[in-house]
């Protein structure tokens, strides 16, 4: 019996937070010299996911466009198209994507910022778009 278990503690694995495997496949690939197998993501991992896990967090990743994939033989090389801010992102539009009513949440979003993050947003939305951006 370890001592974690002697005095109680709970010694089962952490659950990821929602979105937290998929940061940390991408930056994982994004740490990679170039594109890498599903095996190879799962040693960066820590070994300790199904590999089964890993190519569905690949799959859904290359669903979203935050990674690419190019078929190496049977199996495939994956490579980070996005990053982790990128993800955020995705994932904020994706519930802004499933409501009705988007000048409501939006507005509440923008009153439930902070002073300092709700004036970045605004000045980020001043910004005149990249060429190539509407």
Do not use: C, N
Request: proline share 3%; aromatic share 4%.
């Amino acid at each position: 019996m370890t001592k974690a278990e002697r005095e109680g503690r709970d010694t089962s694995p952490r659950r990821r937070g929602q979105g937290e495997l998929e940061a940390q496949v991408v930056a994982a690939l994004r740490r990679a010299p170039g594109a890498r197998t599903a095996g190879w993501v799962q040693e960066q991992l820590g070994g300790d996911l199904a590999y089964t896990t890993v190519i569905t967090i690949l799959t859904r990743l290359h669903a979203k466009g935050a990674v690419s994939r190019e078929r190496v033989g049977r199996s495939f090389e994956w490579t980070a198209v996005s990053d982790e801010a990128g993800l955020a992102a995705l994932r904020m539009r994706k519930v802004l994507d499933g409501e009705a009513d988007r000048e409501t949440v939006l507005a509440r979003f923008v009153t439930a910022l902070s002073p300092r993050d709700e004036r970045l947003l605004r000045d980020l939305l001043a910004q005149e778009p990249a060429e190539g951006e509407d």
